[in-house]
């Protein structure tokens, strides 16, 4: 029996033994997982500071060959770089203003003929922004019952959609009474 006992306790030291070295397995992945993310941060950090770092040295290096070139005065390599720099620029330009212009159209087509003289002056974000408040503004509308252009109610109106004071208006006024019987005729 005690045998029986021993080996009971072997088998259980043995299950913790293993439990243990795959805890301390699991510990050691993490702390693996851990340095190779501190590493990859490292890594990006150092690109990010060699990338502005190359950048600062090509402007670097333009600004020396214009002072080089503003010292022998040779203006005219200088003028054609700045021209060459200005032609590539010239289309992006147009092409923002055809974008602004049909932008501005939009947005004042939007708005009431009264009012686009007035708004037509104002920089596009305004204009904009100004437009996106008057869309979103809110009328507050008492009550929603169906009016004819003559003042009366319309004849779609039931009598029971009213509310109480309406209901005691329509009573008191023998037109308007009439013209609710006459609507469920």
């Not at 939007?110 to 408040?133: C, W």
Request: charged fraction near 40%; aromatic fraction near 6%.
């Amino acid at each position: 029996m005690s045998e029986d006992n021993n080996a009971q306790v072997e088998q259980e030291v043995s299950v913790v033994e293993n439990e243990t070295e795959s805890v301390d397995q699991s510990a050691q992945d993490n702390n693996e997982v851990g340095s190779l993310i501190a590493e990859s941060k490292k890594y990006r950090t150092r690109a990010q500071s060699a990338e502005a770092e190359l950048k600062e040295l090509k402007e670097n290096q333009k600004l020396q060959e214009q002072k080089r070139l503003e010292e022998k005065e040779e203006y005219k390599s200088l003028y054609e770089d700045v021209k060459s720099e200005n032609e590539k620029l010239k289309p992006i330009v147009e092409t923002f203003k055809i974008q602004d212009q049909k932008r501005r159209e939009n947005l004042l087509d939007q708005l009431p003929d009264e009012d686009r003289e007035i708004y037509q002056d104002l920089s596009t974000n305004k204009l904009e922004a100004h437009v996106g408040k008057l869309k979103n503004a809110k009328i507050q509308v008492e009550s929603g019952k169906e009016v004819t252009s003559s003042g009366k109610w319309a004849s779609s109106t039931k009598f029971k959609d009213l509310s109480k004071e309406d209901q005691e208006k329509a009573k008191r006024n023998p037109k308007l009474w009439k013209q609710f019987v006459e609507g469920y005729r």
